[in-house]
């Protein structure tokens, strides 16, 4: 049966990222990390996992379960879920139909959107949209493949915490499409204790949330002063492991405000 370990190992040689080399990333001793992968260690640290995962760039999901990751990026609304339920009854006589219409249906679309080009000018103009009208907003999302988002200026910590001020914001626009169709808004941190998948200055893009599962990433505000770490249940996790866990205990005030659901790329 695959193990946590057969998966880890499994991904270093897909990625051909020796011991030293992933002792390096994580910042794990590379002694810790030899007894790790050799089943030495009947319950290795969470934080060690989650560096590990970090450094693989894969989910905790996966080492943990070896459940697949959704590369994807597909979340279905419940019209698309009835769509799909219906069309999975269909014998290949009817879902040949369905095809050849949907084909269709999008072959017009693109034809509508050939026939009414988007000057230049108006593209430009999607921070009036926010102010404008829902459906001139729409037009924009369109027209562009963008959409407007609020982020904030003062940093998250990812390091130290700092205050989410609210009357700091401004809008900016993203990218319209399935991987960021769950971002409500957007923040930029700072510090380097979530190195090293995240960076200072990198902008996190979150959905609102009240709560996160345990080994997500998420957005916290420890009596005023906000934290992107990963949650650990009664803890707050770095994935950099020169940073220590967070007691949520020691807090008198503990808010979930959002799970991270990805990263802008830098340009």
Not at 170 to 182: G, L
Not at 206 to 227: R, T
Request: proline share 4%.
């Amino acid at each position: 049966m695959e193990t946590y370990i057969d998966r880890i190992k499994l991904l270093k040689a897909q990625k051909k990222i020796t011991n030293d080399q992933l002792a390096a990333m994580t910042g794990i001793p590379l002694g810790t990390l030899s007894k790790l992968l050799a089943g030495m260690n009947d319950s290795p640290k969470l934080s060690n996992i989650i560096a590990i995962c970090g450094a693989l760039d894969c989910s905790v999901e996966y080492i943990v379960s070896g459940t697949p990751e959704n590369t994807n990026n597909y979340t279905l609304n419940a019209r698309e879920i009835r769509l799909v339920e219906e069309y999975r009854k269909l014998d290949d006589w009817g879902k040949d139909l369905v095809e050849t219409v949907v084909s269709k249906a999008v072959a017009r679309s693109a034809d509508l959107l050939e026939e009414a080009p988007v000057k230049p000018e108006k593209t430009a103009r999607i921070l009036p949209a926010i102010s404008t009208g829902n459906r001139y907003a729409e037009e924009q999302r369109v027209r562009t493949g963008k959409r407007p988002i609020k982020l904030y200026r003062l940093p998250v910590s990812a390091g130290v915490g700092e205050y989410l001020e609210e009357d700091t914001v401004e809008s900016i626009n993203i990218p319209n499409n399935d991987k960021t169709a769950e971002a409500d808004y957007a923040l930029r941190i700072s510090g380097n204790s979530m190195e090293p998948k995240y960076h200072s200055g990198d902008v996190l893009l979150v959905q609102n949330a009240e709560s996160v599962e345990m080994g997500e990433l998420g957005i916290f505000l420890l009596d005023g002063c906000g934290f992107f770490k990963v949650y650990g249940g009664d803890t707050l996790i770095s994935l950099n492991p020169e940073y220590g866990p967070i007691l949520l205990k020691e807090f008198a005030n503990v808010q979930c405000k959002g799970r991270v659901v990805g990263k802008l790329k830098r340009k």
